[in-house]
């Protein structure tokens, strides 16, 4: 009798699962894919039950989608696997007379998000002499497929051994007050009354920056600028403009056992990162990784290293170029985001990633999701959005889940909306 209602039981499960899964195709085929503004555009949509290791709906999931900034999703694996609770600030090594330091890529170091600074303590406190020690770093200052002349804007700072200041510049005006930080840069201010809104930009082969703005527009500015990063004479500038001492160039480091200096806790990099899709951090989070490992700063060693080894179970070999998806040449399919999204949740408490990743009404999501029962992160270029994730249903089922549009030829934010109606339906009905 107990087998009957065993099976009984079964059956009544997969009926339930089957009607479920038409459900859900049904309303895509006519609310969603059939209609503006997705029709015309490539879609792919995997929703998962890790719970029951059930697909609740799969359309074009292992067709290949540039994920845009979805990509942080796998840098945070990265960082979360392999970086420990605390940044690696620096390697260092001192005797007697010197103190010996090289760069491991933590982008916190002299960024006005993160008052503890660990090597910049180090640094001021010591009365022995300062050697800089160049890394080897095999990555150049831009990733693979990035767009060179946007050189000048916020969101593509130059990837380095040693970042200081976030490898920005902070151009600061309103009325008659004017700065730009680190000071040492020169700024050519100029008024214009024809322009709407104040100009920052940077010449393009130099670190001369310029602000023009209308005399009689009263709103405060406050905008980055990247810099450019320089040979290891520029970052000794750098220092010894900050520190104002003199700094040295090891040019043969010495042979011994250096030490990691240990910098701000893990998830306050993870968190602005994935809320904010912080590129810079992203990149910079393979770096670390690889100079952790390796001794050697290698985001093509890191994206092998990986890919050969935790995640060698993703379902479809992926082309994986960048930490933080600006590069077009990144390849993935949406069962490849459920499966790393299925990875990080088996390995982390759940608690700790409803923190790093935004949900509604917060960072990337804030005009989205106000119910809040997404924790996911948002991807966007020019004529692609994605969105990747976890889903909790009103019944208290946790999913997860991706979503790729790629060619639309839409707004974002129609896109965006588009997508809210799908997984909005999943919530409530389920």
């Known amino acids: ?23 859900i195709k049904k309303w895509a085929a006519s609310e969603l894919l059939s209609k503006a503004p997705m029709e015309q555009a490539h879609v792919g949509i995997c929703i998962y039950e890790p719970a029951t290791g059930k697909y609740w709906y799969q359309y074009q999931d292992n067709k290949f989608f540039t994920p845009a900034s979805n990509m942080k999703i796998f840098s945070l694996y990265a960082g979360l696997k392999l970086l420990g609770d605390s940044l690696p600030a620096a390697r260092y090594y001192e005797n007697d007379t010197a103190l010996f330091v090289k760069g491991m890529g933590d982008p916190s170091f002299l960024h ?23 890394g080897v770093n095999a990555n ?15 969101y593509q700072p130059e990837l380095t051994e040693w970042p200081m200041y976030g490898n920005v510049v902070r151009i600061r005006h309103h009325l008659d007050s004017n700065s730009i930080t680190p000071a040492f840069y020169d700024l050519d201010i100029t008024e214009d009354d024809t322009l709407s809104e104040a100009i920052t930009t940077r010449e393009e082969r130099s670190n001369f920056f310029f602000l023009k703005y209308n005399p009689k527009d009263k709103t405060a500015t406050a905008a980055e600028v990247p810099f450019i990063t320089g040979s290891v004479q520029d970052m000794r500038q750098r220092l010894e403009d900050t520190l104002h001492k003199r700094i040295g160039i090891a040019v043969i480091p010495p042979r011994a056992t250096f030490k990691i200096l240990k910098s701000i806790p893990a998830d306050s990099l993870f968190i602005p990162m994935m809320h904010r899709s912080d590129n810079f951090f992203a990149e910079q989070t393979l770096m670390m990784a690889s100079s952790r490992l390796w001794d050697t700063i290698s ?47 088996q390995q982390y408490p759940q ?19 106000k119910q809040q029962f997404v924790h996911a992160k948002t991807g966007t270029l020019n004529g692609v959005v994605a969105l990747s994730g976890y ?17 639309h030829h839409e707004t974002a934010s129609g896109i965006r909306k588009a997508v809210e109606r799908l997984l909005t339906m999943v919530w409530k009905d389920y």
Do not use: C
């Open 1 to 23: 009798m107990k087998r009957i209602v065993l099976v009984i039981t079964a059956l009544f499960t997969m009926a339930m699962a089957s009607a479920q899964v038409a459900a």
């Open 112 to 134: 006005p998000d993160y008052t503890y600074q660990p090597l910049l303590r180090l640094l001021q406190q010591t009365t022995k002499k300062i050697y800089l020690v160049q």
């Open 140 to 154: 150049l200052r831009y990733g693979p497929g990035w767009a060179w002349g946007d050189y000048a804007d916020d």
């Open 299 to 345: 985001t093509n060693r890191m994206i092998d290293y990986l890919l050969l080894n935790d995640l060698k179970v993703l379902p479809h070999p992926p082309q994986w170029e960048d930490g933080s998806g600006l590069s077009r040449y990144n390849l993935f399919t949406p069962r490849d985001f459920v499966s790393v999204l299925s990875l990080i949740k």
């Open 351 to 369: 608690e700790r990633l409803w923190e790093i990743f935004p949900t509604g009404g917060k960072g990337t999501l804030r005009n989205y999701y």
């Open 391 to 407: 889903l909790v249903t009103k019944k208290n089922k946790t999913l997860v889940f991706s979503v790729m549009v790629n060619n």
